[in-house]
């Protein structure tokens, strides 16, 4: 009886768990494959039998650009061997020692890296400077006045609220075209300012931590102030304190969506220089339309770093997410 | 516990300068840069992605080099829209580069209804410059807007252009490709009923007596829905795409009626086919379509991956008159720009279209030339020499019409462009039986009547 | 001490509300005055028209046509993400081993940059040489178009099964009853279920995440009592992980259909034009197209207020349904 029981209960673990890997699977192969595409050859790409990098042979015409080529070798001479071409060129013979074998193109990282003008690494330090300032700056404000929201009486406080309550259903798309006025009427079209100073309050974070203050019980509040401690005292010194997961999520959220977002930097920036890897990861999928290797090298490393930093700060990630959920 | 004593009148102050801050856009709009050379910086945006744009790099970097007065500064914004989008926004925000590519529609939108003067007019420029007598004729009018101002150059013009793979024309003993609509639909025919893909070697080959019925039959046509092509149609039929002053489409014609049937009537009939985005150059690549028609500078994408021998030939032709329409965009000068960077981006711009500049750009990306007198080059003669096929969008220069110019005209071929998809998607089910000419006339009736409106809106 | 004035508040606020107010507040008036009038490029606001762009919305087919692909997309992607996600949660509620390394997983789209991974989709939907078509192929079936395929899933279903849809496309005038008659018969085009499966990806972990921590929440003591009186899996799913799940259904089901509504990264990168006849464009897309492409800022902000105003309606509708659903659950 009992082993039956347990004979059950493994079947059905293991059941629950090959369903779970399956999924798993269907989650994570997009990102598999995007690696597997980006080490590719252009000649791999397109062959659809192919689904690993496997050994290829390249020869580097030196004369012409240096340019590296994949060829085929149709007839070998021992020290020297005819090559064919993948693309529209005669076969030539060469000296064997000028082909090189490869199977993984790490190539492709380097080659894609470098295909933007000045390059992805500028569009990394924008896209960084611009994340930490704006989750700094949104962190702080939110603090603030959802402490204000929570602790004190003032007037119109309800009005003030709802007021920013309601700009959370605006869609994003609204606020361009005035928005790129008013920025323009200040000069900063094209700046850091742009990008930043717009994103520097956001309803959400105020919200979530409303919605966490308004459970730590007002007489704390009241003691710590008939105690003597100033109300700026008490935000520093007892409420952040307590508020740390709510922070954290905030932040991870904030940092997430300025990292993530598009249309904003796309309409606000114009120079190469100010581009950030979102912006410059769709110019590029629109200059190299086709070139599906060096695309897929170029969202890994947008990607990566994300993945990277979530695995590490995984345990605030999920809090955070259902923290945010049940509150809301 | 020690108290934190605040002084709010401290925080105020600080928020209150953060707020001057804010107020305060220190903006440096409209103030000449220069290198650290002393060369004038001129800030130039366009369109021009992956080998294109590195072939205008290069020639930029050439222009540098060439003169010590001025640096064009390129920056690449990526598809035509989105160049669009932002010459529009920063036009509205007086933020303005110096020089930027860009269709008619845009040159009308910055110059007439809703720009207010956006753009120079380079006519006193122009009257001093001996080259613009060589600029080919169809440019000149593509340049000239109302009351003879000159508010454009041509920049990268292209023609459409028929590729055809040499190798099907061989099996079926054609010497040469189809000149006309009527010789498409023929030698298209045969290509669908006499060659097949073979299995094996996925080349074509002759249909053999005993066929394998699951082989697939070679297409003779593939085509993507692009209103180009009907424009083009219509015109060569005797038709016209407006009346004369544009304020009235005319795709309900008869003649339009007619041209959109041509196509109609090549996919129910089998041998053309119609796909979308690239797949029309993918499909001809892998050898899988005999003919296609596409923009002359396509071939600058696709014949490294080409390992058959193709060429390319002119767009064919119709029943009435040999006509083709330009396409492709033009450079202008912006107004809000100061007289120093307008000159040196006129200076720019006249460099770009001097014979042998206009001559390598064309040669180097199969964009036409905008100079007659860069067809006598000798290195444009050896070239074409050595270019099969080299010639087929610079044949149509002499027989080339504009589209409507006008800035609604890039909705009502928003709207065309709909309009064949949606006749094609009705008639290419296998299970649909009425009349096409119905659907198509119907159809292209009401979205006439809505281009109108469109039209109507725009002059209004 | 209780409820003084205290108006240094308004100092706390204020760093907050200057930013909100210049740049999300007056934004929206601002576009408001956009809407009511029609101007040109350097002044958009040249003459009043009151409601003339909004009467012109009406009218607009192809709105309608957005709006039913909005729906479309909403009514595919927010019962299927949920359904998933809360499967999905519940196989992982079972106290199994390798918690954290499933959730990790599942999680992982959330936190990726829907470019980037809109692109790697793209590369996957791609007909000539996409996985999901060498799949397909492989098995032995036709390739399909993915992101370029006009046919209404209704119709491609219909032909698996040997069916047509009836052709209702010559009995009525062209404009809006035709579209809407034909949209609905022909269901979502296979290009928007494409990005609607892409959707679904993307935002599975999210809601995965919630309903585990909402199961999480379900007192054990409630299962062990359904067990006692002899209830079986669909039983105990029934009377107490549904009911008590309610408020995080509730809360799942608004979100996504808000953002649902508001759907759009997706849509520009996979199909910057809108897709196979229009069928990708979904309402805030029309909307970037009437800004950003024929510069119609009035009408384009009239859309945005359109817009604005339906997800506030269905936002209001959803709250009165599910207040008596929560306080039922609770």
């Known amino acids: ?212 203050f308004v459970q730590i019980p007002m007489e704390l509040f009241e003691a710590a102030i008939i105690d003597g401690c100033s109300k700026w005292g008490f935000l520093f010194r007892i409420l952040i304190p307590l508020s740390k997961p709510p922070i954290i999520t905030i932040s991870i959220f904030t940092f997430l969506g300025s990292w993530n977002s598009l249309l904003w930097p796309l309409v606000v920036t114009n120079s190469q220089e100010m581009r950030t890897i979102q912006v410059g990861l769709s110019y590029f999928s629109q200059a190299e339309g086709t070139e599906w290797e060096l695309l897929m090298a170029a969202s890994a490393f947008c990607i990566i770093p994300l993945i990277v930093m979530y695995i590490v700060a995984q345990k605030h990630f999920v809090q955070g997410e259902a923290g945010a959920g049940l509150k809301g | 516990m020690q108290v934190l004593k605040v002084n709010y009148k401290k925080i105020l102050s600080v928020l209150f300068i953060v707020a001057l801050v804010f107020s305060l856009g220190c903006s440096k709009k409209n103030e000449d840069v220069y290198t650290e050379q002393g060369k004038l910086k001129i800030k130039f945006w366009h369109a021009m992605g992956g080998i294109l744009g590195k072939v205008l790099d290069d020639l930029i970097a050439e222009y540098n080099q060439s003169q010590d007065k001025y640096e064009v500064h390129t920056e690449f914004m990526g598809r035509y829209d989105i160049l669009e989008q932002k010459i529009i926004a920063s036009v509205m925000a007086e933020n303005t580069p110096d020089i930027a590519q860009m269709y008619e529609g845009v040159t009308m939108f910055l110059t007439r209804d809703k720009g207010e003067e956006s753009l120079i007019d380079l006519k006193p420029y122009v009257d001093k410059w001996d080259g613009y007598k060589d600029i080919f004729e169809v440019f000149q009018r593509n340049s000239t807007y109302d009351e003879g101002k000159i508010y454009s150059l041509p920049f990268n013009k292209s023609f459409p252009a028929m590729m055809y793979n040499k190798d099907i024309l061989k099996l079926l003993n054609i010497a040469s490709p189809p000149k006309t609509w009527a010789e498409l639909r ?75 049937k041509f196509l109609v009537d090549a996919v129910r009939e089998g041998w053309a086919y119609r ?74 711009v006249k460099w770009f279209n001097s014979p042998e500049i206009t001559a390598r750009w064309a040669m180097s990306t199969f964009y036409v030339p905008t100079r007659k007198s860069s067809l006598e080059l000798p290195m444009m003669k050896k070239w074409l020499k050595e270019t099969e096929g080299g010639d087929a969008a610079m044949l149509q220069l002499p027989i080339g019409e504009l589209e409507p110019r006008s800035s609604a005209w890039y909705r009502c071929r928003i709207v065309l462009r709909a309009s064949m998809e949606k006749i094609l998607s009705i008639v290419e089910k296998a299970s649909f039986k009425g009349d096409s000419r119905e659907i198509i006339s119907q159809n292209l009736k009401a979205d006439t009547a809505k281009m109108n409106k469109e039209l109507k809106k725009y002059i209004n | ?212 921590a909402g199961l999480q929440n379900i007192p054990t003591g409630l299962y062990e009592a359904a067990e006692i009186d002899g209830a079986n899996a669909w039983q105990k799913f029934k009377n107490v992980t549904w009911p008590l799940l309610a408020p995080t259904t509730f809360f799942v089901f608004i979100m996504s259909t808000i953002s649902s509504f508001q759907v759009f990264v997706q849509i520009f990168m996979m199909t910057p034009f809108g897709g196979p006849e229009r069928s990708t464009s979904v309402a805030v897309f029309y909307l970037y197209e009437k800004a950003f492409k024929t510069f119609e800022f009035g009408y384009a902000s009239a859309l945005a207020y359109v817009v604005f105003f339906v997800i506030f309606i269905m936002t209001l509708v959803q709250r009165k349904l599910g207040d008596g659903q929560t306080h039922q659950g609770v």
């Open chain 1, 1 to 212: 009886m009992i082993k039956s029981n347990k004979k059950l209960k493994q079947a059905k673990s293991l059941g629950i768990h090959s369903l779970l890997i399956v999924g798993a699977f269907m989650m994570a192969f997009p990102f598999l494959w995007m690696m597997l595409t980006s080490f590719k050859s252009s000649q791999e790409v397109i062959n659809v039998d192919q689904w690993f990098p496997k050994e290829k042979i390249y020869w580097q015409d030196t004369k012409k650009g240096n340019e590296d080529f994949q060829v085929e070798i149709i007839e070998d001479y021992g020290e020297a061997a005819k090559i064919k071409f993948f693309i529209r060129r005669d076969p030539i013979i060469v000296d064997k020692s000028q082909l090189t074998k490869k199977t993984w193109l790490f190539s492709n990282f380097a080659k894609a890296w470098n295909k933007v003008q000045p390059s992805f690494g500028r569009y990394f330090v924008n896209t960084i400077v611009i994340a930490v300032v704006v989750t700094a700056g949104q962190v702080m404000t939110s603090i603030l006045a959802a402490y204000a929201f929570v602790f004190f009486q003032f007037p119109f406080k309800n009005y003030i609220f709802t007021l920013f309550l309601a700009t959370m259903m605006v869609p994003q798309q609204v606020l361009l075209i005035p928005n790129y006025l008013i920025l323009s009427g200040l000069g900063w079209i094209d700046t850091y300012m742009a990008l930043i100073i717009p994103w520097l309050a956001g309803v959400f974070g105020i919200f979530l931590l409303r919605q966490f």
């Open chain 2, 186 to 260: 023929t030698i298209g025919t045969r290509v669908h009923k006499e060659v097949v893909v073979d299995k094996e070697t996925s080349l074509p080959r002759l249909r053999r007596e005993k066929e394998d019925p699951d082989v697939v039959p070679m297409m003779g046509y593939g085509f993507v829905v692009d209103p180009w092509t009907l424009e083009i149609m219509l015109l060569q039929n005797g038709g016209e795409m407006t009346n004369k002053d544009e304020s009235q489409v005319k795709f309900d014609s008869d003649v339009s009626i007619d041209a959109m």
């Open chain 3, 1 to 212: 001490m209780y409820k003084k004035n205290d108006y240094s508040a308004y100092a706390y606020v204020l760093p907050a509300a200057s930013v909100l107010l210049i740049f999300h507040i007056f934004p929206v008036i601002y576009s408001f005055m956009l809407s009511v009038h029609q101007g040109t490029l350097k002044h958009p606001m040249k003459t009043y028209i009151g409601v003339g762009n909004y009467a012109a919305i009406l009218e607009d087919v192809n709105f309608w046509k957005s709006m039913l692909n909005t729906v479309w997309f909403a009514l595919s992607s927010v019962p299927m993400g949920i359904i998933i996600a809360l499967a999905i949660a519940m196989l992982l509620n079972q106290k199994i081993k390798g918690l954290a390394i499933y959730r990790t997983v599942y999680y992982l789209p959330v936190v990726t940059s829907i470019a980037a991974v809109a692109l790697v989709w793209k590369w996957l939907f791609d007909v000539k040489f996409g996985l999901f078509n060498q799949v397909i192929q492989w098995a032995g079936l036709k390739p399909m178009g993915w992101l370029q395929d006009s046919t209404g899933v209704f119709e491609f279903m219909a032909s698996i099964v040997g069916l047509g849809i009836p052709e209702t496309y010559l009995m009525f005038e062209p404009g809006f009853m035709r579209e809407m008659v034909y949209g609905l018969m022909h269901g979502p085009s296979i290009a928007l279920c494409s990005i609607t499966i892409m959707s679904i990806w993307k935002g599975l972990g999210y809601n995965v995440v919630i309903f585990l």
């Open chain 2, 275 to 348: 796909t979308q985005g690239y797949n029309h150059q993918n499909d001809f690549s892998a050898q899988k379509v005999a003919f296609i028609i596409t923009s002359s500078v396509s071939r600058k994408y696709m014949e490294r991956k080409l390992v058959f021998p193709f060429s390319v030939a002119p767009i064919p032709m119709g029943k009435k008159k040999d006509v083709s329409i330009v396409s492709g965009t033009n450079i202008s000068v912006f107004s809000s720009s100061t007289k120093k960077r307008q000159d040196g981006a006129w200076d720019f």
